[in-house]
């Protein structure tokens, strides 16, 4: 089981650093699982993202990952920078990903800021902003 969900791994021995570039790793792979009770687990319950299109909610989100509308095959981030202020994290990567959308291809190249909540058992994501890449067509 990961480092995240239920404290259990290496959470008690690695740094806050270490454990958040972890979770990214982990959440990356459980979003192109499209399983999103995979993904529910790295997510608060009112986790908001924030893209094109406007708010989108973790229900709207996972509705359609559920439903196949949306499918990721791949996503991987580069850490930028990581700050822990108390029980709370500001994770920022360049990202990358692809996937379909209603059957066409999406690709995204783009910066993403997340922040989480320690909640003393494991992180969270509370909210995802995605900002496109300059020249990033979508």
Known sequence: MSAFIGGQGGR????PKEQLAE???EWSAA??????????????EDWVLIDRPG????????RVVSD???????????IL???????LAIVRTHGRNTATFNGEPVRADEWTTNILLDDGNQWRCMLTQ??????DPG
Do not use: W, Y
């Open 12 to 15: 008690r021995t690695q740094s």
């Open 23 to 25: 979770f990214m790793l």
């Open 31 to 44: 979003i192109v699982s499209n399983d999103v009770t995979k993904m529910g687990a790295f997510t608060t």
């Open 55 to 62: 708010a989108i909610t973790r229900e709207a989100f996972h």
């Open 68 to 78: 196949g509308s949306l499918r990721h095959h791949s996503m991987d981030h580069d």
């Open 81 to 87: 920078d990581i700050r822990c202020i108390d029980r």
């Open 130 to 135: 995605l900002t496109p890449m300059a020249g």
